[in-house]
């Protein structure tokens, strides 16, 4: 409506304009026409006549054009006016269910504000009993475990001493600790919540920093012609299935490619070291970042530097340089050494304390213990008790037969006295025929000499 506006007085304006133009060129025509001919005056107020007409009726035409468009435009605003009032009806009611729903919202986050804080404490709570039971829990285990394997070992401690009697003194033989005994040592034995790792098996492992001090010195050496200095120092009787020439330059290869693994202010100190003190140290602080703890390991890391096929310890061929990161990348996946994933301890935001022990030889350690006793010495005690008691029976028929005989021993003895009261009673005299006449004159004899 404001721009129709304009445009109406822009164009009344011009009409305007033009009307005193008109009337100005007219009057300069007119005075150049008076002081002419009469016959030019003539034409050209018949000219300007025309003109005058045309320009009026263009001026007409452009009237009734911006009137329309005037019209028009008045027409607009109203339908316009009439919108935005509609959507300023809309935008309240858009306001007002704003201010509802968001009431709402903060209502319903309020509450569920509050379930949250409920549950994490109650959660809290069911982690302090949990953490409570599983002490608890791990604590009895631990005990009973305990008992049960003192109560086993000393068992079987008995078992072997009784073995070894039976062998020296019921069988005569020569008795040495059977190789299942080691069990009683402790070998095998799974490892209780709370037990240290074991590192027998890593201590005897060389360092990764003493085997890669020793790498570098036993190559410096190879490559001064010392072969035989090369070999004592580092040589393939040890385990070590590549060179130290080879392994040395997998281990350049490697802090030339992995010297980010390298912090910079150690790269800055290091400066002044010479090439195999700089070597060793920056070995040192990548061996920590990938892993490398042993000189197995350091090994195992030089069959990645390797091109497969070319596997020779001498003259094999290392990877190209850009596929250094993706051999790191393969070793710290795929090689992890079982020692270390025994001392690795895992990460439990539920219980950082509690370590999940492997059961898995449980029953094999127990059994171990139930069978400490070879089967071949269980084969020697069955036979031995086989004999025993084929012994016993015996001894048994024997101790039966002596009491038998040692009741017949007594009645006799006291027919005897019987007998021999009644041979020496004086009624025998008045008999006609006495019994020492019926009896036989061995009897008779034996008695004669007993009596």
Not at 21 to 36: F, L, R, S, T, W
Not at 125 to 134: I, N, P, T
Not at 166 to 180: A, C, D, H, R, Y
Request: glycine share 4%; proline share 3%.
């Amino acid at each position: 409506a404001v721009v129709s506006t304009q445009s109406t007085g822009d164009f009344s304006s011009q009409l305007q304009h033009l009307r005193v133009q008109d009337a100005e060129e007219y009057n300069m025509v007119k005075i150049k026409a008076g002081n002419g001919c009469p016959s030019t005056g003539a034409a050209a107020s018949s000219n300007e006549g025309r003109r005058t007409k045309l320009n009026s009726e263009k001026l007409d035409y452009n009237f009734q054009v911006l009137k329309k468009r005037d019209e028009e435009n008045t027409i607009t605003k109203s339908q316009q006016k009439r919108k935005i009032t509609r959507l300023q009806d809309t935008l309240n009611n858009l306001k007002s269910k704003f201010a509802k729903q968001e009431a709402s919202f903060r209502e319903e986050n309020q509450q569920l504000a509050d379930v949250y804080k409920r549950i994490t404490d109650q959660f809290r709570e069911l982690q302090k009993k949990s953490k409570h039971f599983q002490a608890t829990d791990t604590k009895k285990f631990i005990d009973v475990w305990v008992m049960n394997e003192e109560e086993a070992v000393e068992l079987a401690k008995k078992v072997l001493d009784e073995d070894r009697i039976i062998f020296t003194q019921q069988l005569g033989l020569n008795w040495s600790v059977p190789e299942s005994a080691k069990v009683l040592e402790g070998e095998g034995r799974p490892l209780l919540a709370g037990e240290p790792v074991k590192q027998a098996s890593t201590s005897s492992l060389k360092s990764a920093r003493a085997a890669a001090d020793d790498i570098i010195r036993a190559a410096s050496e190879a490559g001064s012609g010392n072969l035989e200095q090369s070999r004592s120092t580092f040589g393939t009787e040890k385990g070590n299935v590549y060179s130290p020439v080879l392994i040395k330059s997998v281990l350049e290869l490697l802090c030339a490619e992995a010297d980010f693994l390298v912090e910079k202010k150690l790269v800055h100190l290091l400066a002044p070291l010479e090439h195999d003190e700089r070597l060793l140290m920056k070995l040192d602080s990548i061996f920590k970042a990938i892993g490398v703890e042993t000189e197995e390991d350091i090994n195992r890391l030089t069959e990645y530097f390797i091109v497969k096929g070319d596997e020779t310890t001498e003259t094999a061929t290392l990877i190209h340089p850009n596929e250094v990161l993706k051999a790191i990348r393969h070793f710290v996946s795929e090689g992890a050494s079982p020692n270390k994933l025994l001392t690795q301890k895992p990460s439990n935001e539920f219980d950082e304390a509690a370590v999940e022990r492997d059961s898995g030889n449980d029953a094999n350690y127990w059994e171990r213990l139930a069978r400490v006793l070879p089967e071949i010495h269980e084969r020697k005690w069955d036979a031995l008790l086989e004999g025993l008691q084929n012994y016993h029976t015996v001894l048994t028929q024997r101790s039966k037969l002596i009491e038998e005989t040692d009741k017949l021993q007594n009645q006799n003895s006291e027919l005897r006295m019987l007998l021999q009261q009644y041979i020496g009673s004086r009624v025998n005299q008045d008999l006609q025929i006495p019994p020492t006449h019926t009896i036989p004159s061995e009897v008779l004899r034996e008695y004669a000499i007993e009596s």
